[in-house]
């Protein structure tokens, strides 16, 4: 494929030097080779390349060449945290947000939100909340047991609203889970 790029740049420095338009250049490959050798801006553009006085026929130097995306960095940091972004992953790889979604494709994850847990219990809490319903149930016991209740008539407001994140996995694998905070933490009386 080289040879065949560098082979119509020399067809076209030579109708250049022949005095021929960009067009009739283009119809004189078209003739000798295949239509599908050189389009008339490809052959545009070398010759305004040739008019400026550059005759180099290899390809410009590019700078700021994209970086390649390779799967396994992709792969460790979904690995390390799930829940990042598509523009997270993109600046922590040094890529655009729109190559980190063609491959988060091509690896065949998808993006699910993160399912609610009952609250985590820790082995203390597990064993006050045993002991409160044994006593509860002995008190269930008693004869003025609903005597005993207290109510009051205070509203209560849960002001924090955490919000459950999304993940990158597999089609087959579970969403993240996120426990669900505990509905005594904040509130306030009104």
Not at 43 to 63: I, M
Not at 100 to 109: C, D, Y
Request: aromatic share 8%.
């Amino acid at each position: 494929m080289a040879f065949q790029k560098e082979h119509i740049r020399h067809c076209i420095l030579f109708a250049f030097e022949l005095k021929k338009s960009a067009t009739e250049a283009t119809k004189m490959i078209y003739s000798a080779l295949d239509e599908d050798a050189v389009t008339n801006k490809t052959c545009e553009k070398w010759f305004q390349r040739f008019h400026s006085g550059n005759f180099d026929l290899n390809d410009a130097e590019r700078s700021g060449t994209p970086k390649k995306l390779e799967d396994e960095e992709l792969e460790q940091l979904l690995n390390e945290d799930p829940c990042q972004t598509q523009q997270e992953l993109a600046e922590e790889l040094g890529v655009t947000q729109q190559a980190i979604s063609v491959r988060l494709k091509k690896l065949g994850r998808i993006q699910k939100v993160g399912r609610w847990i009952p609250h985590v219990l820790s082995p203390e809490n597990k064993v006050r909340h045993c002991d409160t319903a044994t006593s509860l149930l002995s008190r269930f016991n008693q004869k003025d047991f609903l005597q005993k209740i207290v109510t009051g008539d205070e509203k209560w407001v849960l002001y924090d609203n955490p919000k459950r994140r999304k993940s990158w996995v597999h089609p087959s694998e579970p969403s993240t889970s996120t426990a669900k905070p505990n509905i005594h933490a904040k509130k306030k009386c009104y």
